[in-house]
């Protein structure tokens, strides 16, 4: 029968390496630049998306990988066992869901393919994507795997907020009047990760004060497992500086790394975005 074999989108922050040491297939998304297509997490990376994003003339977007794809990746999988979990971002952001889910039609009825959808991205993916993986390489069943994933989602949280309106705009999330009049104001949105979906959930007016809410945010747990602050830059800024300083105070014994963001993300939410994900420890 096999191990159980786990696949995750490259929207899913795994720390270097860990995909190979775990054995998770990582399904890579496409991104688009006029009529040049590449392969998120192979043919460009988050430092090259952003620095291309600054330079260049064409507003990029990205694409889900084709059903064809998924089917070829489950095929090659199906050779080794007949269980599978194929576990991805929020099918409110992308259709990639969707097409792992038809591309698992062609193994109906010769192995059990587990769609999951994880409702959110970046590291809350990643911790999934981990833990589902390593529960597998301990002998775990499909079905088990599937509740663990599924008892660790409502546990997992993202709140960010975002320096530029023009995105929300173009995502259809805020309408162009709001985003001319939020610029003018130098509105900053804070939204939140819910259900899948970005929804706004207050506005601040200032960079100090956008920190301010994301350490509120993280300052309500009380049973906090894992953490990271989501942005830009690979390195802190001023802005990141000023919350790990006022984390450290609350939470000695976290540790808050700094995780950039890639682009399927930042075609939602822009490319001057800081976040924080937060995973609490489940009852």
């Known amino acids: 029968m096999g191990k159980v074999s786990v696949v ?28 040049e297509l590449l392969q998120d997490g192979v043919d460009i990376t988050p430092e090259a998306f952003f620095q291309r994003l600054e330079t260049g003339a064409l507003m990029p977007h990205t694409s889900p990988p084709s059903v064809q794809t998924f089917e070829q990746i489950y095929a090659n999988l199906h050779a080794r066992t007949d269980q599978i979990l194929s576990i991805h971002l929020s099918g409110r952001l992308s259709q990639t869901l969707h097409h792992a889910q038809r591309g698992a039609e062609i193994l109906l009825g010769r192995c059990s393919i587990a769609v999951v959808d994880s409702l959110t991205t970046s590291l809350g993916l990643g911790i999934l994507a981990k833990a589902a993986a390593t529960a597998a390489q301990q002998g775990a ?12 989602i409502p546990h997992l949280y993202i709140v960010f907020y975002v320096d530029r309106m023009d995105y929300l705009e173009r995502g259809n999330r805020i309408g162009r009047a709001q985003a001319i009049l939020g610029t003018m104001l130098n509105i900053k949105p ?14 601040v007016r ?12 993280v300052a309500e747990f009380s049973e906090l497992q894992q ?52 995973y609490e420890t489940p009852e």
Not at 194 to 199: K, R
């Open 190 to 203: 804070l939204l939140f990760v819910e259900d899948g979906e970005i929804i706004p959930l207050e506005k």
């Open 141 to 152: 069943t499909l079905d088990e795997i599937v509740r663990l994933a599924r008892g660790m």
């Open 227 to 278: 953490a990271a602050i989501v942005q830009r830059h690979p390195s802190p800024t001023q802005e990141t500086k000023m919350l790990l300083e006022r984390l450290a105070q609350l939470f000695p014994h976290i540790e808050f790394p700094i995780i950039q963001y890639g682009p399927v993300l930042a075609s939602h939410i822009g490319p001057s975005a800081m976040g924080v994900v937060v």
């Open 8 to 35: 995750t989108d490259s929207t899913a922050f795994l720390e270097p390496g860990l995909a190979q040491e775990l054995d998770i297939t990582v399904v890579p998304l496409n991104v688009h630049f006029g009529d």
């Open 206 to 217: 200032t960079h100090e004060k956008a920190v301010e809410k994301l350490f509120e945010f």
